[in-house]
């Protein structure tokens, strides 16, 4: 097999941070992979780089300014206060708001960032940056244990230089984020394979497809439980073989999410190693620019694994590393066998039944076969360094003033938002439900509050925080004030009865917290928070 330079970026900080005591996302698998890598002597084939953080001006590329903001400043301590009482941001208990997280963000997309700009100069053929693949944040919250979306991050570093980029995801869960980025444009073409039906996030079926110029750019493989090998093979090879044919990318990046792997404690599929490895050697054969990234995984030993043998596959040393595994720091991590390998299991595979393979494999060939051909991008000279910034006599980075194209790419990422958003208003006043007043007289209209599902119970929350005993979080601008027609003024009721006539300024105080309402005898009820029952507008 060729030689490719390989340049591969790891930050030996980033397995450090945790999300929390008994969180099942674990950092310090990027460091445990690293380390395998290591002991397999594959440094010396690479061109190995420490990332520049990403700092928070380039994170806004994509993510709005009062999102990246609030990662900056928020701690454990203060998370309550900054997501407003959990209802912005952060919401439910999958991104925790743990010490360092935005270190742990600038590092993530840092990798990916800095990838794109090696592959966009030409002084490498593939570059890898475990650290990354964080495919579900969004523009404005977190969400499946993702706070900064660096796969977008880095893409749009590449559309400066490259008029088509394709991006692959094997993880288990639906690349949603990255999807909904590029849901509009044609210079990005989203494929992702995964698992559906009641399982996080929740989307990727094959009727999306794009809207307007991305119209058939998005491409979903929806896949069921016990996924083998052989039948991901028969669905991949075909469907990436016509993306290819009929996009024709100047450069992939594909995520190697690890969650799809036999044996993952969130995934459901039954692929091997070696399967889900196979997907790096064929768009490797490709002799296409190609960008690896991390994921999800979270069985910590079989992701090492994973990262450590489609590494040897960039470097195309595969077939040549011994597969009983060298002494290394987490040697006992791998017994008993202590073999680079990743056995499946003896879950049944329901894609086979009933043809359901088949037809995932002829939808998803159909919609590529109805795409004229490439798009055609009207591109120019991207703007370059001045000599002074190449050696470093620099002012302060975020002083300088923006080059005219990134402007551009940040008010093209503005516009396809507002766009979705328009859309997505037009969709919810469709779904809005008529309820009549409790007295009949007058009708009202009620927006259904957007549904999220967690990525742990994949169980949609629909806005109910189970710690508060199933009842709504509290709604702004709403109280449990009740106008009393023969005092002809509002009154309020907690647990204990009706309160005084100035427990207007109580509540206020208060922020509508139960827990700091003054009872009948005009104490203070520190009893734990709780929603206000009864609420009407006011």
Known sequence: MSKRRVAYYYDGDVGSFTYGLGHLMKPHRMRVAHDLITAYGMLDKMHVLRPKRASAKTMTSFHTDEYVHFLSRVTPETAEELTYHGTRFLMG?????????????SISAGGSICAAERIASGSADIAINWAGGLH?????????????????????????????????????????????????TDRVMTCSFHKFGEYFPGTGTQDDKGKGKGKGYAVNVPFKDGL??????SVFEPVVARCLEVFRPSVVVLQCGGDSIAGDKLGCFNITMHGHAHCVQF????????????????????????????????????????????????????????????????MEDYNVRDGALDKVRTTALEQLSELAGPPSVGMHDVPRQSLGHHLGFRGDTDSEATDELDERL???????????????AESAESDDEDEWDSDG?????????????????????????????????RRFFQSSAKWDETQQCFQLKNDMGLMGLGGMSALMEAGGRMSRMPSVDGEINMDEDRDWEDNVSL
């Not at 579900?136 to 590449?158: S, T």
């Not at 940040?410 to 997505?424: G, I, L, M, N, T």
């Not at 549904?451 to 925080?465: E, W």
Request: a negative charge; proline letters at 4%.
């Open 93 to 105: 208990d999958d991104n925790p708001p743990f010490e360092g997280v935005f270190d742990f963000c």
């Open 136 to 184: 579900h944040a969004k523009k404005r919250e977190a969400a499946g244990f993702c706070y900064i979306n660096d796969i977008v991050l880095g893409i749009l570093e590449l559309l400066r230089t490259f008029p088509r980029v394709l991006y692959v995801d094997i993880d288990c869960h639906h690349g949603d984020g990255v999807e909904e980025a590029f849901y509009t």
């Open 228 to 233: 083998t090998d052989e039948a991901f093979k």
């Open 283 to 346: 768009i490797r054969k490709k002799n296409i620019p190609l960008i690896l990234l991390g994921g999800g995984g979270y069985t910590v030993k079989n992701v090492a694994r994973a990262w450590a043998y489609e590494t040897a596959c960039a470097l195309g040393i595969e077939d040549t590393i011994d597969p009983n595994l060298p002494w290394n720091e987490y040697f006992e991590w791998f017994g008993p066998r202590y073999r680079l390998e990743v056995l499946p299991n003896n």
């Open 410 to 424: 940040a008010q093209y990422s503005h516009f396809v938002y507002k766009q979705q958003e328009e859309a997505e």
């Open 441 to 473: 007289s007058t009708r009202s209209r009620r927006r259904r509050q957007k549904s999220r599902m967690s990525i742990v119970s994949n169980k949609y929350t629909d806005g109910i925080d189970e710690h508060l005993g199933g009842k709504s979080r």
